[in-house]
């Protein structure tokens, strides 16, 4: 098959020359220089039945395709080969696979064969007659549920569908096709992920495919290679490619997880951006309605430092427009479903089924889905991607007012369908929500402005018309949102100044799509996903093949430049669909973008164009009737209805739109206008606002495709199981479509059949030349087939080249575990070899240490010698008896110290007298015995013995005198505490008969005055001789004589009283007086001065009294009262 070239791979004139005259100087060297004889290789080692099985039997698949069918056919098989194979087959008793009436496919053996029809018993008994071209090999039991496609010995298609069968039944949902990852979509939750089996995978404990495989294999060669890495998810819309790609960042978050705190905001961006850019299909539950590419950076550590994400072809019309069963972006219904009272109140929500943009299409809710719940995470991923709260309550004022918007109505007014807008309470909402004038709003939304030379013109729009105008206005608020919150989170994620040009790119975009009625979205969509297909052939098919150098046809192949032999693998190429699309100037693009030019063109004029001008292409297809064609895509034929193709590609910004979100109070909206303004005014055709909106988007995904080829690519293919989305239900005839779209058997034949992996013999003998048993100094081809002998790789899993050395997949593998194996050993000698020279270091040390510290005792001995030399004035004798007394000396002060504790506690009672008598006492004795001569102290064993004894029995004595000195301690404590509450009690007795004498002294006061006979001869004198003896009065023989009767009568109250609490007192002194001898002391003394203080009063008051008296007989009042004794 002839590969017509890429055109992602571009190159300037300049450089194709360049490379053309470099290749002639390499082959005019090659010619020159003579090559030495490739080593001649071993004979294989393979059984040879496997090799004479026919060409169905042995790895079948047919590239080739029908227009209409689309399926592959197995080629016939001729007589006498097949005929040796069927006794093979029915000797060995070995199972095929027979396709049925329906085309599925059976496993049975063959029983019987006749010619070109053969009898097969089916694994349910069943026999039945299949043509010889209907049967294909089956792999032996031992192979069943293999991990990797490679390891069948048959590779077809119903051994693949078997093989991912047995796998998806057991929840083995990953499987690898040589470099691609297969994922079927479970739909459940199954026990493959979390942090155990990340832990395992960045271990290298696992080596089962898994989606944290391939993230471990794009960081190690991002780390090693120190070059950017793509990880592309691909797959039709419901086969998880979100979900892949949410695994695949939380492996490199774990990873790459550091101190730089935007690992986390990572991976709530998915929440936020799921929010705003997933919708329900009809295939789908939150199919993803943009192209989302998030790159990770990674610091030379390889810890994340930052991100950024970039946003493709955001699906405007589902704002606007929904069929039946599908639902708008989720944000809408969370929104209204979490949102707080207060912001409903704020923002004048109502129920999702209130608004005609999210209830046309009869779907409100999602099975098993909580949208309250969603926003409630959705808000929590706000807080963590740090967008502030005003900017939140902005976002959502918006959204409100694109809902609003669509509920504003139109009146016709006139016979020609213009219309009015209703002023109603959708119109009030939605000024109130922009910040814009309701009238104003009414005014852009019913009549358009034309530029008349230099006058405005205002012209009424039709309701058509005006319907379109309004939802342009929901489409360019909501596009606009959606591209702030990007910038917002881009923000948030920034790298900044510890980028390193290291990261990994992770591609998650719509999937291929094919309804019962297709129009400009989902051409879009497929044109997407069949350039991502274009970049898959390319660096799994074509790189794999060959090195293509361009110019005047001329075209080199590697394998063939370095004398390999190898047979190309024919694969499918969509390359002529692309050019359908893309080619210049008749192409589907160009064609579209010519007639949205002309202002009378039609959707009919435009389908009529495309059948006139792209008959000739086998991808193309017109309708006879109506407005349809159909597109042979690499997914298969889909059917597209021109109606609305035109509209849609024009999309033309309005205007009177800019201006109206320029003159609203909004800060978002005038941030919007503002920079669809800048966007108008720049010179560059490619950012012009009359650019067509299928030219933006082939513009966007050539910018991805370049991007992507700056990269190492890793392929993650998502198979849907079956359209129901239920889990367990595996349909084959669905699966084999995806599989045969993605090429999923082409890959694993050309991992089988190629070399994938491809060294200069320099690399090679730098790399694994030390593993080599012997050491001789050779060219580096001879070391390289040295290597392949010595690991008896067998002779058809790699070649030896002039240049290079090529191996299939998986042998470069063997020698890295080899490599690593003895590295392993490498460094556990080194290990033991510095542990062996650290410790002969530490012992060397601790043996020096040692003899230096013996030198150091020994010189301080000998200066200790020396000064001890001086000549002794006391004889050894003299030094015992010395010792001997001194230590006898200090016992007996030790007993003398104690007994005087003892003493001086028991004579605490005692007077003071003999106190001092027995100190003194003490101290003589003491002091004789310290003015004893030494020579009378000559120290018998028993008399120390006994000194002993009495020592301890001393010392037993003071522990208990110590004991009840304790016990006293306390005692007089609680003595201390009671006496706190008696003196308390006799101040406020005192306090008590203060008060009764001051009251008596006042009333005596008053007796005096009124006894005074005249009250103007007082002149300030208060003496008791200002009263005249000659002056009775009425107020004297009657009030004054009874007042003092009643003093008197006071007083032996008191005087009473008095007596009870002295007699009181004394019995509770006499009570405590009991317990202490101190206390009862202090109380009597107290007692004696309240007696003394009463003494005085009463010998004052007597007299007082007598004065009294003396001046009553003065008055003439002798018998006044009886006599009174004090």
Request: with cysteine.
């Amino acid at each position: 098959m002839t590969i017509p070239p890429s055109p992602t791979m571009k190159a300037t004139p300049e450089e194709t020359m360049e490379s053309l005259s470099q290749h002639d100087d390499a082959c005019e060297r090659l010619k020159d220089y003579k090559s030495p004889s490739l080593p001649s290789r071993r004979t294989s080692q393979m059984p040879s039945n496997r090799q004479s099985l026919p060409t169905s039997l042995r790895d079948t698949i047919c590239p080739e395709r029908e227009t209409k069918e689309k399926d592959c056919r197995t080629e016939p098989i001729s007589e006498p080969e097949w005929v040796n194979n069927v006794e093979f087959f029915i000797t060995k008793k070995l199972g095929v696979w027979c396709r049925g009436p329906n085309g599925e496919w059976h496993l049975g053996k063959i029983q019987s064969a006749s010619g070109d029809v053969a009898c097969v018993v089916l694994s349910t008994t069943e026999v039945v007659e299949v043509s010889m071209k209907e049967i294909l090999p089956a792999n032996p039991d031992v192979l069943e549920g293999v991990d990797d496609l490679i390891q069948l010995s048959y590779l077809n298609e119903p051994s693949v569908l078997y093989n991912l069968r047995v796998r998806y039944s057991q929840d083995l949902i990953y499987s690898k096709a040589g470099p691609v990852l297969i994922a079927v979509n479970p739909f459940k939750n199954v026990q493959i992920y979390g942090n155990d089996i990340r832990s395992a995978y960045q271990k290298k404990a696992l080596v089962a495919p898994h989606v944290y495989a391939v993230a471990d294999a794009a960081f190690d060669e991002m780390m090693r290679e120190e070059k950017n890495q793509s990880i592309i998810i691909s797959g039709e819309s419901g086969a998880g490619k979100t979900e892949t790609a949410k695994y695949a960042m939380q492996y490199l978050e774990a990873l790459g997880g550091g101190n730089f705190g935007v690992d986390n905001e990572i991976l709530k961006t998915n929440c936020i951006l799921e929010a705003f850019g997933n919708a329900k299909t009809s295939r789908n539950d939150n199919s993803s309605r943009f192209g989302k590419l998030m790159e990770i950076h990674f610091s030379a550590k390889g810890k994340i430092c930052g991100a950024k994400l970039e946003t493709f072809c955001l699906d405007q019309s589902r704002v606007v427009q929904l069929s039946n069963g599908e639902r708008s972006y989720h944000i809408f219904y969370e929104l209204c479903a979490g949102a707080s009272p207060i912001l409903k109140e704020r923002l004048n929500l109502k129920e999702a089924s209130e608004y005609n943009y999210l209830n046309q299409s009869n779907c409100l809710t999602i099975d098993r889905i909580d949208d309250a719940q969603k926003f409630h995470k959705l808000m929590e991923a706000f807080n963590i991607v740090q967008i502030p709260q005003e900017h939140q309550e902005r976002a959502f004022a918006l959204l409100a007012a694109v809902l609003w918007l669509g509920n504003v109505s139109f009146e016709v007014i006139d016979n020609e369908n213009h219309v009015d807008v209703v002023a109603d309470e959708a119109v009030t909402n939605v000024a109130m929500l922009m910040g814009c004038d309701s009238k104003e709003l009414m005014v852009v939304l019913s009549t358009c402005k034309l530029q008349a030379g230099r006058d405005c013109i205002a012209k009424r729009l039709t309701l058509p018309q005006a319907t379109d105008m309004r939802d342009s206005l929901a489409k360019i608020i909501y596009a606009s949102l959606f591209n702030w919150l990007v910038e917002q989170i881009n923000t948030s994620l920034e790298v900044g100044k510890l980028r390193t040009g290291r990261s990994i790119s992770i591609l998650d975009i719509y999937g291929f799509e094919s309804f019962k009625n297709n129009s400009f979205e989902q051409f879009c969509i497929n044109y997407a996903n069949e350039r991502l297909q274009q970049h898959f052939n390319r660096h799994l098919f074509k790189l794999e093949q060959e090195v293509i150098f361009f110019s005047l046809k001329l075209k080199l192949y590697e394998y063939e430049g370095d004398g390999i032999d190898w047979t190309k693998v024919e694969f499918k190429d969509n390359q002529e669909c692309l050019d359908l699309i893309e080619k210049k100037p008749i192409g589907l693009v160009s064609l579209l973008d010519e007639e949205s030019n002309f202002p009378k063109a039609t959707d009919t004029t435009f389908a009529n164009k495309l059948k006139h001008h792209l008959k000739a292409n086998s991808c193309f297809r017109g309708e006879r009737r109506g407005h349809g064609f159909r597109v042979s895509h690499y997914a298969g034929e889909v059917l597209y209805d021109t109606n609305g193709f035109l509209e849609k590609n024009r999309d033309p910004l309005h205007v009177d739109l800019i201006q109206l979100l320029s003159s609203c109070n909004c800060q978002l909206l005038n941030l919007f206008s503002s920079k669809m303004r800048d966007k108008s005014l720049k010179p560059s055709l490619s950012e012009s606002m009359n650019q067509s909106v299928i030219t933006k988007f082939k513009s966007q995904l050539f910018k991805l495709m370049n991007k992507l080829e700056d990269t190492t690519p890793h392929f993650i293919r998502c198979i849907k199981p079956n359209s129901n989305h239920l889990p367990g239900v595996y349909e084959e005839n669905h699966v084999l479509q995806q599989l045969r779209c993605c090429g999923v058997l082409e890959i694993v034949r050309i991992s089988r059949s190629g070399y994938h992996t491809r060294m200069t013999h320099q690399d090679l003998a730098a790399r694994y030349g030390f593993l080599l048993d012997t050491k001789l100094s050779q060219d580096p081809l001879s070391t390289s087939d040295s290597i392949m002998k010595q690991f008896n790789l067998p002779p058809e899993m790699y070649q030896v080249g002039y240049r290079k050395i090529y191996l299939r997949t998986g042998q470069i593998g063997l020698l890295e575990e080899r490599r690593e194996y003895v590295l392993q050993g490498v460094i556990g000698l080194q290990k033991h070899l510095r542990g062996y020279k650290s410790r002969e270091y530490f012992h060397n040390m601790k043996k020096s240490a040692l003899i230096l510290q013996s030198y150091i005792r020994g010189e301080n001995a000998r200066r200790n010698y020396i000064a001890m030399q001086t000549p002794a004035t006391v004889s050894s004798e003299v030094t015992k008896e010395l010792d001997a007394v001194i230590h006898l000396q200090s016992v007996v002060r030790r007993w003398f110290v104690r007994k005087q504790l003892k003493n001086s506690v028991e004579l605490k009672k005692q007077s003071h007298n003999e106190k001092k008598k027995t100190r003194r006492k003490s101290r003589r004795k003491v002091s004789e015995v310290k003015d004893l001569p030494l020579e009378q102290f000559q120290v018998q064993p028993w008399d120390l013995a006994d000194l002993q004894s009495r020592v301890q029995k001393v010392e037993t004595a003071i522990m208990q005198k110590e004991d009840e000195n304790t016990a006293l301690k306390e005692e007089l404590q609680r003595f201390e505490e009671r006496w706190i509450k008696h003196e308390t009690r006799m101040k406020s007795m005192e306090e008590t008969w203060q008060k009764h004498i001051s009251s008596m002294q006042m009333s005596l006061e008053a007796a005096c005055n009124i006894m005074t006979p005249d009250k103007t001869a007082s002149h300030g004198n208060d003496s008791e001789d200002t009263i005249s003896p000659g002056t009775p009065t009425k107020e004297l023989k009657g009030g004054s004589l009874d007042d003092i009767k009643d003093i008197y009568v006071e007083v032996d109250q008191r005087r009473v009283v008095f007596d009870e609490d002295v007699k009181r007192h004394v019995e509770i002194d006499e009570l405590e007086q009991v317990s202490i001898a101190i206390e009862k002391q202090h109380a009597e003394e107290e007692l004696s001065r309240l007696k003394s203080r009463f003494e005085k009063w009463k010998k004052d008051y007597k007299a007082r009294l007598r004065g009294t008296k003396a001046r009553l007989r003065l008055n003439g009042h002798r018998n006044w009262c009886g006599k009174k004794s004090f």
